[in-house]
């Protein structure tokens, strides 16, 4: 079987959580988010290498989680850029794999089971995406505040990650959504701009990805349940 890679961006200020500790490394129970999220990726043995993009003032820390929590999978802890996209791109340079899944580091609670399902996606379609069907109504609405359109729900899905491509075609897709100053928020963006097949598998609802302040305390939630199921 082809060899996979991940990259964990965890590069982000994380200003919508308004804490003064960046997101990433809050406790819970603890340990630091992002270390929950290396030890899923860690346990998993699809997983044959990890490269983990910080901000440059975060590497020696990260480094050092690596090495206290014993996240032997990790080839690289390495720098990110101002946006979400550049701090992928970096990542992506520091492999070799053929296949290759993007994580939020910030998304702690991802399951195995799921993650394994996005990769068998990717590897029948060339691309896969987690995510869950939406559960309200949702609304488009205009500056003025005023309704515009109901889409129908049956198409809304919320895109999570871990995200699965084959390296070389996200490389591509990073390089000439780049060199025509495109911006997006998840590298699936960029795969659908460039004309590539990205497969949508149903995920989990505890796959959160903290974000803002309430998101805490479903994480607090969602471990304790954890905890007790396996009691
Ligand atoms: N320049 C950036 C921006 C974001 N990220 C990472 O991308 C993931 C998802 O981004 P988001 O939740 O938007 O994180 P932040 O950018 O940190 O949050 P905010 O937008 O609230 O500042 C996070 O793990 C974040 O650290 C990154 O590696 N490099
Ligand atoms: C990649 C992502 O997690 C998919 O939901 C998301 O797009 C990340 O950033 P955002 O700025 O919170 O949209």
Redesign the pocket.
Known sequence: MSKLGVVI?????????KTQE???YLLLQGKPVIVHTLEVFEASPEVDEIVL?VGEQDVDRCKGYVAQYGIGKVISVTA?????Q???YRGLECLSTEWVMVH???RPFVKREDLIRCLDGARETGAAVLAVPVKDTIKVVGDNGVITATPDRRSLWAIQTPQAFRRLELLKAHESAESEGFLGTDDAMLAERAGMQVRVVEGDYTNI???TPEDLDWAEFILGKRGEDCR
Do not use: F, I, N
Request: glycine share 18%; no cysteine.
């Open positions: 961006v965890a590069a982000g200020r994380g200003s919508r959580m960046s997101k990433q993009v990110g850029g101002s946006e979400r550049h701090s992928v939020d580091g910030v990805k903290l974000t």
